[in-house]
Structures are given as C-alpha cells and as structure tokens.
Nanobody
Framework: VQLQASGGGLVKAGGSLRVHCAAS????????MGWYRQAPGKQRELVAD???????NYADSVKGRFTISRDNAQNTVSLQMTSLKPEDTAVYYC?????????????WGQGTLVTVSS
C-alpha cells in the first residue's frame, strides 16, 4: 500500500490551498484517513482525520479553517485549507490506518510541503 500526497505549495497568509492523497495497491478501505504535519524543530502533530463513516476530528488550531474529506471508493483523502497562517507552514503527511483484529497498522505518505508567507 502506498499513499501519494500532492497539492502543497507556497501561499500568502489568508490564502487557501488543498492537499490531496491517493492510496494505491490497497484492497481494503482504511479505517481512518487523515493529515499530520511537522514544522521544523517540532513534533509531528495531527491536523485532522476522518473515519470511514465520515466522522471528523480536527486539531483546535485548524477548526473552522480546514475541512477534511474522503472518498472511500477511491481511497482518497483531501484537506481544504483556508485562512492560512504562517504557523501552518509544515510538511503535511497523509496517513491511513487499518486493523487486523486488534492490531493497528499505520500507513504514511511521503509528505508535501506547505509554506505560508506573511
């Protein structure tokens, strides 16, 4: 299974950007799909995730600005980011997980850089 992220780039503060992730080689749907980010010198943190039943979860710092969505049939997940701030600058990683019984298996994409200029 591979997760391929795309859509990062450079945007001015207040602007919008959409990042997208597609899974390949996946036979079974993911339980949760989502986005994490890692800024320079900081730990990787959850931005947002979404369960297969479309229950969403957002970090407090992005609530009201970011919207996550997924297409279960296509095994894709997208993150629409609006009102971007310089502190949103980070490498954004796509994530998916599935369970084999009680064992959770995590899958990560290669990351896409989002840079927000002030």
């Amino acid at each position: 299974v591979q997760l391929q992220a795309s859509g990062g780039g450079l945007v001015k503060a207040g602007g919008s950007l959409r990042v997208h992730c597609a899974a390949s080689g996946n036979i079974f749907p993911f339980n949760a799909m989502g986005w994490y980010r890692q800024a320079p010198g900081k730990q990787r943190e959850l931005v947002a995730d979404i369960l297969r039943i479309n229950v969403t979860n957002y970090a407090d710092s992005v609530k009201g600005r970011f919207t996550i969505s997924r297409d279960n049939a296509q095994n894709t997940v997208s993150l629409q980011m609006t009102s971007l701030k310089p502190e949103d600058t980070a490498v954004y990683y796509c994530h998916g997980d599935r369970y084999l019984g009680t064992i959770r298996i995590d899958y990560w994409g290669q990351g896409t850089l989002v840079t927000v200029s002030s």
